[in-house]
């Protein structure tokens, strides 16, 4: 191979591995960047982002999870007991093939499922909150519970969704458990998805 083409080839190939490498930072950053630091469950942002993508894998129930009388926890025992506590809440929505865990803000955590005992796996999930807590941070003095609203979806349907608008559905559903008393689940079934619902 003459010098000429040998030294084309092999810039090309530094060239190559420059851009491989810059991805690779890119893709780290942005995998960062997604994730919530507290709990290490992906963020709100990266969540609205891959939204749509995740329905059309399955992932087809969404539960927004708030534990209950969280301030109280901050007021009483102080915000780093309340982040032990958060963590926690984290450890017991754990992604398992089925869910994937997002911390939303604050105290409110989001977890889209699929299957078709989805919504018995957001329960489940939801139930361990308490002994997960009750473990992790001993001498709370009460047991850490927590409220759920949860939206189910017609699995054998075409759904395209706007996040806002299907997050608002599981809000109102949780603040609808709230009222009723706290520690349960309030759930709807969509067979549609009508945004202006």
Same mark, same amino acid.
């Given at each position: 191979?003459?010098?000429?083409?040998?030294?084309?080839?092999?810039? &090309? %190939?530094? @060239?190559? +591995?420059?851009?491989?490498? /810059?991805?690779?930072?890119?893709?780290?950053?942005?995998?960062?960047?997604? =994730?919530?630091?507290?709990?290490?469950?992906?963020?709100?942002?990266?969540?609205?982002?891959?939204?749509?993508?995740?329905?059309?894998?399955?992932?087809?129930?969404?539960?927004?999870?708030?534990?209950?009388?969280?301030?109280?926890?901050?007021?009483?025992?102080?915000?780093?007991?309340?982040?032990?506590?958060?963590?926690?809440?984290?450890?017991?929505?754990?992604?398992?093939?089925?869910?994937?865990?997002?911390?939303?803000?604050?105290?409110? &955590? %989001?977890? @889209?499922? +699929?299957?078709?005992?989805? /919504?018995?796996?957001?329960?489940?999930?939801?139930?361990?909150?308490?002994? =997960?807590?009750?473990?992790?941070?001993?001498?709370?003095?009460?047991?850490?519970?927590?409220?759920?609203?949860?939206?189910?979806?017609?699995?054998?349907?075409?759904?395209?969704?706007?996040?806002?608008?299907?997050?608002?559905?599981?809000?109102?559903?949780?603040?609808?458990?709230?009222?009723?008393?706290?520690?349960?689940?309030?759930?709807?079934?969509?067979?549609?998805?009508?945004?202006?619902?």
């Amino acid at each position: 191979m003459p010098g000429n083409e040998l030294g084309t080839v092999i810039r &090309f %190939l530094d @060239l190559r +591995r420059e851009r491989d490498l /810059a991805t690779a930072r890119a893709n780290a950053l942005e995998g960062e960047a997604g =994730r919530d630091a507290l709990t290490g469950l992906l963020d709100r942002h990266a969540i609205e982002r891959r939204c749509n993508d995740l329905f059309h894998l399955g992932f087809r129930t969404m539960a927004v999870i708030d534990p209950d009388h969280f301030k109280r926890i901050n007021d009483r025992n102080g915000h780093s007991v309340g982040d032990r506590v958060l963590k926690a809440v984290a450890e017991a929505l754990e992604e398992d093939g089925v869910s994937c865990a997002i911390r939303m803000g604050g105290e409110e &955590f %989001l977890l @889209l499922l +699929r299957g078709t005992n989805a /919504a018995d796996g957001a329960e489940r999930c939801r139930s361990a909150l308490s002994t =997960r807590s009750a473990t992790a941070v001993p001498g709370l003095g009460h047991l850490v519970t927590a409220s759920m609203g949860l939206v189910e979806h017609d699995l054998s349907g075409t759904l395209d969704v706007e996040f806002a608008a299907l997050y608002s559905h599981c809000d109102r559903q949780l603040y609808a458990a709230k009222r009723l008393g706290r520690n349960r689940t309030m759930r709807k079934r969509l067979t549609r998805f009508n945004p202006e619902l």
